[in-house]
Every structure is written in C-alpha cells, then in structure tokens.
C-alpha cells in the first residue's frame, strides 16, 4: 500500500537542478522535491509521495489529513497488542 502524507514546507531551495523543500511531517522533517507543484511556498501543507510533493493542500484539509492518519495508527497499534489472558 502507497500512503501520500501531508506535511508543512518550512524551507526551499532552488540552487541544484530541482526545486527542492524541507517538510515537516508533524514533527519529523525530510526533503521533498517541488518540481510538481512550483508554486508552493513556504509555509504551504503539500501531499508528499515518494519524496515528490504532488499538490498543494491548505491547512484545514492537512489537519484533518494528519488527524485521520493519527487515527489509523492507534487502530493498528491496539490491533497489534496481545488479548489480556493470552
């Protein structure tokens, strides 16, 4: 399964062939590359898939992007656990 994750540009670069960004993924911070969605600016949530940021998203539709993954994690994390008495 392919997940795209929103997540904040806090920074971006133009001085190697491709524009690139640093990303905040709540927290955790990784470079995307911009080349699909020149015009984002610092400060914009982006959908980042396999390292190309793919569309710009604003903040409303990130949240509730990022709510729904944090969600999904604590599903599968008490899915995970063991059954008390096993």
Same mark, same amino acid.
């Given at each position: 399964m392919c997940l795209a994750i929103p997540g904040k540009i806090l920074e971006i670069r133009t001085d190697g062939p491709l524009p690139m960004a640093v990303i905040d993924? #709540?927290?955790a911070r990784n470079e995307a590359c911009l080349a699909y969605t020149p015009e #984002?600016?610092?400060g914009d949530y982006v959908i980042?898939? #396999?390292g190309f940021a793919l569309q710009v998203l604003n903040e409303q539709e990130a949240q509730a992007?990022? #709510?729904e993954l944090t969600r999904l994690s604590a599903l599968m994390e008490a899915d995970a656990e063991p059954e008390a008495g096993s």
């Open positions: 993924y #709540a927290g #984002a600016q610092i980042v898939h #396999a992007s990022l #709510a």
